[in-house]
C-alpha cells in the first residue's frame, strides 16, 4: 500500500495547540450548483448493457421548410435528418486509507461522515472538470489569444449561437481570471459587478454561480483548461445540444459497508491486518461534445 492516512502524515492534525474539533478546509471547487442548470442535457439509460449511452439527434420542429409543389405532381419526399452523440461512460474513483490511531488521533475529523460528504462533493466536481474540458472543443470560438476577456466577446458569442439557432437558456463557464477580466471591463461600461446587466439575479445557486448577466448564466470554475501552450484560457458558451453527460446506475450490493449516494457510492472496506480502514467513492460517467453548433469556446488570456 501507498499514501495511507498515517499519525507521521497529519503532523498538523494532531499537534497538542490544534483547537478542538475545529480546522480549516484547503482551497478547493465545492460547489455543484452547475448540474442543475438545463442547457446541460443528462443522457439516461435505464438498462446499461454498453459502456456507451447513445444521444439521437433528430430534425423535426420545424428543422426542414415546406417547399414550392407542382400543380399534378407528388409531393417530393424530404429525408429526416438525423444523427447522434456517443456518451462513453467509465469507472472513476478515490480511497482514502485511514490508519486507526490516525482517527483517534484527530478527534473525528476522517470519520466516515466527513468522508462520505468529501466523496458526494468530490463526485460532482469531477463531473463538472469533465464538462468544463469538452468546451474549449467547439468549432466556433470568440475572443483572442492573449487579450483580456471582453462583454464584447460574450457578444459576439451570443451572436455565434444565435446564428446557429440556439434556443433556450444559455450557460458561460469561464475561468477565474476570464471572470476577473469581465468584472473590470463592466466597471469600465459604468456598471457595479454586483449589478446583473441583463437584470436577473437567480437566486439559490451560490459558490461558483455568479448570475445571469447579458442574458447569460455564468459560471466560474478552476477546471476550465488551457490553451495556446497556457497562454491562455478556454472557457465556453453552449445552449442545450451542446452537451450531454450520463452516468450509470451500478446494481445495488446490500452491503451495509456500501453507501448508494444517488449513482455513486461509498465504500468502507476495513484492513484488520493492517489496523486501518480504506474509503472509496466511486462513480461511472462521461461527457461528450454533442451538436458542435450549439457552443462556442471563449479564449482569452491566462
Known amino acids: 500500500m501507498a499514501d495511507e492516512v498515517l499519525p507521521a502524515g497529519i503532523t498538523d492534525l494532531?499537534?497538542?495547540?490544534?483547537?478542538?474539533?475545529?480546522?480549516?478546509?484547503?482551497?478547493?471547487?465545492?460547489?455543484?450548483?452547475?448540474?442543475?442548470?438545463?442547457?446541460?442535457?443528462?443522457?439516461?439509460?435505464?438498462?446499461?448493457?454498453?459502456?456507451?449511452v447513445r444521444v439521437?439527434?433528430?430534425?423535426?420542429?420545424?428543422?426542414?421548410l415546406l417547399v414550392a409543389t407542382t400543380p399534378g405532381s407528388e409531393v417530393a419526399n424530404t429525408p429526416l435528418s438525423d444523427g447522434h452523440t456517443d456518451v462513453t461512460v467509465a469507472m472513476r474513483a478515490k480511497r482514502y486509507n485511514v490508519d486507526d490511531f490516525a482517527r483517534f488521533l484527530v478527534n473525528g475529523k476522517l470519520d466516515p461522515i466527513?468522508?462520505?460528504?468529501?466523496?458526494?462533493?468530490?463526485?460532482?466536481q469531477t463531473l463538472i472538470s469533465l464538462i468544463a474540458n469538452v468546451t474549449d472543443n467547439f468549432t466556433g470560438y470568440v475572443g483572442s489569444s492573449g487579450?483580456?476577456?471582453?462583454?464584447?466577446?460574450?457578444?459576439?458569442?451570443?451572436?455565434?449561437?444565435?446564428i446557429n439557432k440556439v434556443t433556450g437558456d444559455i450557460l458561460s463557464i469561464v475561468a477565474p481570471r476570464q471572470w476577473g477580466d469581465l468584472e473590470i471591463d463592466a466597471l469600465s461600461l459604468g456598471v457595479l459587478p454586483a449589478q446583473s446587466m441583463g437584470g436577473v439575479i437567480t437566486v439559490g445557486l451560490g459558490g461558483s454561480y455568479t448570475g445571469r448577466w447579458m442574458g447569460v448564466d455564468f459560471c466560474v470554475h478552476s477546471s476550465v483548461p488551457t490553451a495556446n501552450a497556457g497562454a491562455d484560457r478556454a472557457g465556453g458558451m453552449f445552449g442545450r445540444g451542446a452537451l450531454a453527460w450520463a452516468d450509470a446506475q451500478m446494481v445495488p450490493e446490500n452491503d451495509p459497508n456500501i453507501v448508494e449516494m444517488g449513482?455513486?457510492?461509498f465504500e468502507r472496506v476495513r484492513k484488520g491486518d493492517f489496523l486501518a480502514s480504506s474509503h472509496i467513492t466511486s462513480y461511472a460517467c462521461g461527457v461528450a461534445k454533442a451538436i458542435d453548433a450549439a457552443g462556442v469556446s471563449i479564449i482569452t488570456d491566462a
Open 56 to 64: 439521437p439527434h433528430i430534425g423535426l420542429d420545424g428543422y426542414d
Open 114 to 124: 466527513a468522508l462520505a460528504r468529501d466523496g458526494a462533493i468530490s463526485v460532482a
Open 147 to 162: 487579450v483580456d476577456c471582453s462583454w464584447n466577446d460574450i457578444l459576439d458569442g451570443k451572436t455565434l449561437l444565435r
Open 263 to 265: 449513482r455513486a457510492r
Open 14 to 52: 494532531i499537534t497538542s495547540e490544534a483547537m478542538a474539533n475545529e480546522f480549516l478546509m484547503l482551497l478547493a471547487d465545492r460547489d455543484g450548483s452547475i448540474l442543475q442548470h438545463p442547457a446541460l442535457f443528462h443522457a439516461t439509460a435505464p438498462n446499461m448493457t454498453s459502456t456507451v
